[in-house]
């Protein structure tokens, strides 16, 4: 049975940081690319940040230079360190991964990031 279960978020004040984690099991973690996304109310899921297989990264252009994505194979776990948060990076975060970096695969259950002015 996969599942993806992030954990961190919660209520902080804007300038403030985070650090989120979703550990996986049941996949090969080490195969997969491992990405993060965001949806607040009202709008789509956005891409936030992608780690591949071999360790390079992608962000969105309103994540850049403010987050940064991180992997422990051994662990199976990745990581999204949140800084400079702003209330516009109010969403539920959620974790997924991409077998072989292709496609989408499996979705975890969010954690919640509120952040206030």
């Known amino acids: 049975q996969v599942q993806l279960v992030e954990s961190g978020g919660g209520l902080v004040q804007a300038g403030g940081s985070l650090r989120l984690s979703c550990v996986a099991s049941?996949?090969?973690?080490?195969?997969?690319?491992m990405k993060w996304y965001r949806q607040a109310p009202g709008k789509q899921r956005e891409l936030v940040a992608v780690i591949s297989r071999g360790g390079s990264t992608n962000y969105g252009d309103s994540v850049k230079g403010r987050f940064t994505i991180s992997r422990n194979n051994a662990k199976n776990t990745v990581y999204l360190q949140m800084n400079s948060l702003k209330p516009e990076d109010t969403a539920v975060y959620l974790c997924?991964?991409?077998?072989?970096?292709?496609?989408?695969?499996?979705w975890g259950q969010g954690t919640q990031v509120t952040v206030s002015s």
């Open positions: 997924n991964n991409s077998p072989l970096g292709v496609g989408s695969g499996y």
């Open positions: 049941g996949i090969l973690f080490s195969l997969n690319d």
